[in-house]
């Protein structure tokens, strides 16, 4: 929760005569630049956020959370301690209205190619595990059917924090327990009495990845003492959409050339154990 509560606050001091960005990272110039520098291609990934006047640390996130999503469910984390972890991720960008928080994310978009993210907003939590499967009825024998599955991996949007609100609103629908199910990768879906909507979807067979957009003022959906003490605001990476140091528009770096990114795959010589690809 401190991380989340940090980058909340920074985003809405006043720094005086810098405040046409407002505070990002926390880090002092020095610092960013040792961070940006460090490689040719996170430098490239400032030089295109600021050619398209995005924030440089939310760029970043968005293309993690854009890497993440087209990499797939196989691939986890070993079991040191209990189960098998998803790689699955949740992205918070926070910024103030009007700062662009649209920014980084086509900043993203352009500067590397990812291939074809599967994306989709948020309406309701049920529509979790509906994104990954589906009831195929039986035309010939009405009570039966079965489940189908549609896709593996899914890029939820909520590019405004106040829709995860209204959908925790209706009818008493519950945020954290889906959220910290999914960042998990474990089982998704509920019993229900209608076959059609008795969704189940196994662990470890699905990518999910989130990006919320926040506002603050409006972050308790998420930072409230019920999902705090849930565990909630620590399964997100909370970036900024300030950025300190940005150009001003006149200013700004030309686009640096477009990079196109595969997936990895497991290498044929490198033992796994089955069904698993632990990272």
């Known amino acids: 929760r401190g991380s989340a509560s940090a980058a909340v606050r920074a985003s809405v001091r006043t720094p005086g005569p810098t405040a046409r960005n407002g505070f990002g990272s926390g880090l002092g110039k020095a610092e960013e630049e040792e961070f940006w520098g460090a490689t040719p291609q996170l430098g490239a990934i400032r030089q295109a956020a600021w050619s398209r006047g995005a924030g440089s640390w939310a760029t970043l996130g968005v ?11 196989e691939y986890q984390l070993p079991d040191i301690i209990g189960d098998y972890a ?3 991720f949740f992205l918070s960008l926070v910024g103030m209205s009007g700062q662009g928080k649209g920014l980084p994310i086509a900043a993203a978009r352009r500067h590397i190619d990812m291939g074809v993210v599967d994306q989709i907003n948020i309406g309701t939590w049920e529509g979790f595990a509906r994104s990954y499967v589906d009831w195929q009825a039986d035309r010939a024998h009405p009570q039966g059917g079965e489940l189908v599955p549609i896709r593996t991996s899914m890029l939820f ?16 629908a519950t945020i954290g327990p889906v959220l910290r199910q999914a960042w998990m990768g474990e089982d998704l879906g509920a019993g229900n009495s209608t076959k059609e909507l008795r969704l189940h979807v196994e662990a470890h067979t699905y990518r999910a990845t989130l990006l919320v957009g926040v506002q603050p003022g409006n972050e308790g959906v998420l930072l409230n003492p019920k999902e705090t003490r849930g565990g ?3 399964r997100f990476f909370w970036m900024p959409v300030s950025d300190l140091y940005r150009p001003s528009a006149r200013m700004r770096p030309s686009k640096p050339p477009a990079v196109e990114w595969n997936p990895p795959y497991w290498p044929v010589d490198v033992p796994f154990t089955p069904g698993q690809y632990v990272i």
């Open 157 to 172: 949007v909520c590019t405004e924090v106040d829709n995860l609100t209204a959908i925790a609103g209706r009818n008493g």
């Open 63 to 73: 293309l993690i959370l854009r890497a993440i999503a087209v990499t797939p469910p």
């Open 86 to 88: 998803s790689l699955n």
């Open 232 to 234: 909630t605001p620590q």
